[in-house]
């Protein structure tokens, strides 16, 4: 068993139970299964967003008001064919068509008289920033709302989540855009190793992102429907598919690339013999009128590579770029959340071309994708640079399809 799940998601297995839309219950489900028994939530979350076989599952939508007061019909990764269900943020409510929203040219159209809850303009907008209750705009006069889920008190507060929908929907559109790359080739000995039953190492160094923030099963935030951070879910498709893999994640929020080479963190990392090291850095170094360089932030992810493999020869890199932050917010007077970040990749794909054992999942051409559909909200719990669920999953399938190429269902673990 594995224990650390069991410890973390004590929910994951009746989540499984009620993942489907609707309330249908499976009239044979008393007997005993013939074939494997499949996670169907885990998979589903894992299904890559940029091929999900005509189903998008439980896409994020943050649903706003206009300045008018009206509300615009919403666009998702894929034009809509048909909507298999539309739910509150935490899967327990399902909205009715007809009712609650209709689909007209593709999109989704809000009922205004409907049970989906809507934030209203100057509740999310701010003519005057105010500290503490917003983040500057770019014009340095206005604000957006500031929020974050995660537990204040003990209590869950849910954050932009409260306002976020998650639609599940049938499309025949391809997807155009960025398309994570197999770098399975690169990682030959941690696919030896697990494919031989030997077990391996895996530790992930990165800041609050990599930590946990903002998934809905992290331990800081702990939201209905609990879904693990993106480190999470690759632990919980590694362990279901091989035996003896551990796992340890030293991410820590508010660092940057910086902390992460200090000898501190590498002596770290080595003292667990990592077979494969996920290296997650680039939205706090990014932002800021003081924002590192791709150069400087190159030279401190090279530190940490060296550095560890100064004592661990075999260990295998894996280096995740970043999501991108709010580009019409501040954190504070010429302090932009958005800076660098959108040059890390390349920076990134150099030391790919350099080293050995070392590949690039780029999360940040996927987002860079999504976000010419979708708005920033739609993926944020606090609106400036925290993924929610839904791009959590995708930094998993990003970094999953970049160390072992199609990503394989798995069958149920005991918990």
């Known amino acids: ?176 855009g960025a398309v ?51 480190f999470g879910l690759i632990s919980d498709y590694m362990a279901a598919r091989w035996q003896g893999v551990s796992f340890a994640n030293l991410s820590v929020g508010g660092m940057t690339s910086g902390w992460g080479a200090e000898p501190a963190q590498i002596a770290a990392v080595a003292a667990r013999k990592p077979d494969l090291l996920i290296i997650a850095f680039g939205m706090n170094d990014g932002s800021g009128s003081g924002a590192l360089s791709a150069e400087a932030f190159g030279r401190n992810i090279r530190a940490i590579v060296d550095g560890v493999r100064e004592s661990c020869l075999d260990c295998e890199v894996l280096l995740v770029s970043t999501m991108l932050p709010n580009a019409e917010v501040c954190f504070g007077p010429g302090s932009p959340a958005l800076n660098q970040q959108g040059n890390y990749a390349a920076a990134l794909a150099a030391l790919e071309a350099e080293y050995e054992g070392v590949a690039l999942a780029d999360v940040t051409a996927v987002h860079k994708t999504l976000l010419e559909r979708k708005k920033f909200q739609d993926m944020s719990t606090n609106n400036i640079n925290h993924p929610n669920d839904y791009m959590h999953r995708v930094y998993a399938q990003t970094a999953l399809t970049a160390l072992f190429g199609s990503i394989e269902r798995v069958e149920m673990a005991e918990y």
């Not at 990165?206 to 951070?229: E, H, R």
């Open 180 to 230: 994570p790359a197999d770098k399975s080739t690169r990682f030959p000995r941690l696919n030896g190793k697990l494919n031989a039953g030997e077990g391996a190492s895996v530790v992930c160094l990165g800041d609050s992102i990599s930590a946990g923030w903002t998934a809905s099963g992290y331990d800081q935030v702990f939201l209905k429907p609990y879904c693990p951070p993106y």
């Open 1 to 176: 068993m594995n224990k650390r799940l069991k410890r973390l998601y004590p929910c994951l297995a009746l989540c499984c139970a009620l993942s489907g839309c609707g309330g249908a219950s499976d009239s044979s489900a008393s007997s005993a299964p013939s074939g494997p028994v499949y996670n169907t939530v885990l998979n589903e979350r894992l299904t890559p967003v940029w091929a999900d076989g005509g189903t998008a599952t439980d896409e994020t939508v943050f649903v706003i008001r206009e300045k008018d007061g009206g509300i615009a019909p919403v666009s998702l990764a894929y034009p809509i064919e048909e909507i298999v269900c539309v739910r509150d943020f935490s899967l327990n409510i399902e909205y009715e068509e007809g009712t609650d929203y209709t689909v007209r040219d593709g999109q989704l159209v809000i009922s205004e008289t409907g049970n989906i809850q809507v934030i209203p303009y100057e509740q999310f907008y701010f003519e005057r920033y105010k500290e503490g209750e917003s983040w500057l705009t770019l014009d340095g006069v206005g604000g957006q709302l500031m929020t974050e889920a995660q537990l204040i008190g003990g209590v869950p507060s849910p954050g932009l989540t409260q306002w976020q929908i998650a639609v599940t929907y049938r499309h025949s559109a391809e997807w155009e």
